[in-house]
């Protein structure tokens, strides 16, 4: 393999949970609506913000509605990272994992449905700039299909100039699986959250799932 992609959320930084808890805020800030676990696996985990907004509001929304409607939610979210007096850190294994990736120039790159305020802040907060070039970083713009569409993936790999059938990705979504499997990556590895082991050996597509980055599996690709 020749280049690495990595999703964001809940594959290099476990906030599942935060982000799970600041749509419930926004949600009851803004609607009447009670939204179950499995669909925020299915239809919010993983998803562009612009499609949970139309699937949680259950009706199709403009750009710029979208969008403020977005910004209200991941404001939330970051002043909940910030109040943090824990689990405000990289998966564990990860800066080891990136930094035995630096030191072979093995080309590396984020795709995440993340928007670019909270990229902005991944960046500051974790001083991401260490690893990863941000201009060639894939974030959702607006203007990308969302997952499980493989175009996520398929930028990425054109910002890092890797083939996908050459690349690894990480992700920990259903709908990420699905999006690097239709880019055609040539290993998928699913990162656990939350005890989520079997739902992601389920797809039947992944090299492995590893619990976090001190996995020896992940070194032994290169």
């Known amino acids: ?44 985990h993983g998803v562009n913000n612009h499609e949970a907004l139309e699937y949680i509001f259950k009706k199709k929304l403009g750009k710029e509605t979208a969008d403020e409607l977005a910004e209200r939610k991941e404001k939330i979210y970051r002043e909940m ?3 943090l007096d824990s689990g405000n850190q990289l998966v564990a294994g990860a800066e080891k994992y990136l930094d035995f990736l630096k030191e072979r120039n093995i080309p590396i790159t984020i795709a995440t449905a993340s928007m670019k305020n909270n990229v902005d802040f991944y960046f500051d907060f974790f001083r991401l700039d260490r690893w990863f070039d941000y201009d060639k970083v894939i974030y959702n713009d607006g203007n990308i299909p969302s997952k499980p569409a493989p175009d996520f993936y398929l930028k990425a790999a054109e910002e890092i100039q890797c083939p996908p059938a ?16 239709n880019a055609k990556a040539g290993a998928i590895w699913g990162v656990s959250t939350e005890g989520n082991n079997q739902m992601l050996l389920q797809s039947g597509v992944l090299a492995g799932v590893i619990d976090d980055y001190h996995d020896s599996r992940i070194y032994e690709q290169f």
Do not use: C, P
């Open 81 to 83: 990272v910030l109040a």
């Open 166 to 181: 050459e690349v690894i990705v990480f992700e920990d979504s259903v709908s990420g699986i699905r999006s690097a499997f």
């Open 1 to 44: 393999m020749n280049g690495v992609i990595f999703d964001f959320n809940g594959t290099l930084f476990r906030d599942s949970a935060y982000h799970e808890t600041a749509w419930h805020t926004f949600i009851a800030q803004e609607t009447d609506r009670v939204v179950a676990k499995e669909e925020f696996e299915h239809h919010v």
